[in-house]
């Protein structure tokens, strides 16, 4: 959304104009999934598809928000606010501010309107956008003087106490930490990163979007995680050296076998192999190797959400497959919570156009479906919208 288009919704609404604008993007994730919570590595970015913020404060002790996209408004007085139902979409915004008030930060009434372009349910954390943004928008506006770690793990908190989804720290990171042209590093456990650039002129982040909302992700991430967690309960009894998923070796899940059942055998093998694949990754990207490399890891961590994982579904199983036929595909994979929204595909550049149209073309034939891509780029985290 155009800053001049914001401006103008807003002073429509509103009545007066937005004294900040601001700009939260979406992610993607080159590599490593489901390790954010199990304290393990993930590698994704900010995308230019983003949500975009006026805001002001009103001069009254109420919160007034105003969806852009979906024409609905919501009032509450700050002293007020409490979780909504399910899937209300104030939730995000109403778990920014609670976290603000519980350190103590005092927030007084204002108003806020936001739109954008980043599709919902496609997996690439729209939520995550709206969090961060109110969250950023909110300490700038009243000097809050909060560092942006903690406006990522505010973020955070609020998508477990407000959308009852208990997610790890990657998506409100990388909408945070975004840096243009970047992927970047997160050890989710001592929250050290690094930057890797990513050569857009060999190679192009493609996204496929099934089209499947991820509906039942809530429920079945919730339970990965339980899975993981009582995979580290096993573990610790023979070394209780290992407090999550990130200290544990291949040959002790291995030894656990038998107690741990063959599901949780599967997950945490998952985890800890899809550790390692980080590593290599952003060696291969650091070493400058061919693409092909970078490439079978992606492929191969596909492999491990769709048979040891399983948090990956058919359609999104058809477009992997698909990618591995198509023209300029070096490696495609489910990404994300998973149960639906987009993989992603490194493709050559001067490939992207024919392996659109192979991609589009293979899953209207195989399933019957239209497939929306976005070729994105790798976009700047949170920050002020300029015009
Ligand atoms: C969702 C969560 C993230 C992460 C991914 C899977 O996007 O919000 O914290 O766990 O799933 O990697």
């Known amino acids: 959304m155009t800053a001049s288009a914001l401006i103008q919704a807003f002073t429509q609404h509103f009545d007066a104009a937005p004294t900040l604008l601001v700009r939260a993007p979406g992610r993607l994730n080159l590599i490593g999934e489901h390790t954010d919570y199990n304290e393990g590595l993930v590698l994704p970015g900010a995308i230019m598809q983003a949500v975009s913020f006026g805001l002001r404060l009103n001069g009254t002790d109420k919160i007034r928000l105003r969806a852009l996209d979906f024409d609905k408004s919501y009032e509450v007085?700050?002293?007020?606010?409490?979780?909504?139902?399910h899937g209300h979409w104030a939730n995000y915004q109403l778990g920014v501010v609670a976290g603000l008030l519980r350190r103590g930060a005092e927030v007084p009434g204002f108003d806020c309107a936001f739109g954008g372009d980043i599709p919902s349910g496609a997996g690439l954390?729209?939520?995550a956008a709206v969090e961060c943004g109110?969250?950023?928008g909110l300490n700038e506006m009243l000097g809050l003087g909060i560092d942006k770690m903690a406006l990522a793990h505010i973020a955070?908190?609020?998508e477990h106490e407000y959308a009852g989804v208990m997610c790890g720290l990657m998506d409100q990171f990388a909408s945070v930490f975004g840096r243009a042209?970047?992927?970047v590093r997160l050890d989710c456990r001592s929250l050290d990163y690094a930057y890797f650039p990513l050569d857009t002129t060999t190679c192009r982040l493609v996204l496929c979007n099934s089209g499947v909302k991820h509906s039942l992700a809530d429920s079945e991430y919730n339970k990965r995680r339980e899975e993981c967690a009582e995979g580290v309960r096993i573990l610790a009894k023979k070394n209780p050296a290992i407090k999550?998923?990130?200290d544990a070796t291949l040959s002790e899940i291995e030894a656990a076998k038998e107690e741990m059942g063959d599901v949780i055998e599967r997950r945490c093998r998952y985890v800890v192999e899809e550790n390692a694949r980080v590593e290599a990754l952003t060696q291969h990207l650091e070493a400058g190797h061919p693409l092909q490399e970078v490439g079978e890891l992606i492929y191969a961590s596909h492999n491990g959400l769709r048979d040891d994982y399983q948090v990956s579904c058919p359609e999104l199983d058809v477009l992997v497959e698909l990618a591995h036929e198509a023209p300029g595909a070096y490696g495609a994979r489910m990404m994300g919570g998973g149960f639906g929204g987009c993989t992603i595909n490194?493709?050559?550049s001067a490939e992207v156009d024919n392996f659109i149209a192979f991609m589009t073309k293979g899953y209207q034939d195989r399933l019957g479906l239209e497939l929306e891509t976005y070729v994105t780029t790798l976009a700047?985290?949170?920050g002020e919208l300029t015009a």
């Open 77 to 85: 007085a700050v002293a007020d606010i409490k979780p909504l139902e």
């Open 125 to 127: 954390s729209s939520s």
């Open 134 to 136: 109110v969250a950023w």
């Open 156 to 158: 955070q908190k609020a």
């Open 181 to 183: 042209g970047h992927v």
């Open 244 to 246: 999550s998923l990130r």
């Open 346 to 348: 490194l493709v050559d």
């Open 380 to 382: 700047d985290g949170v």
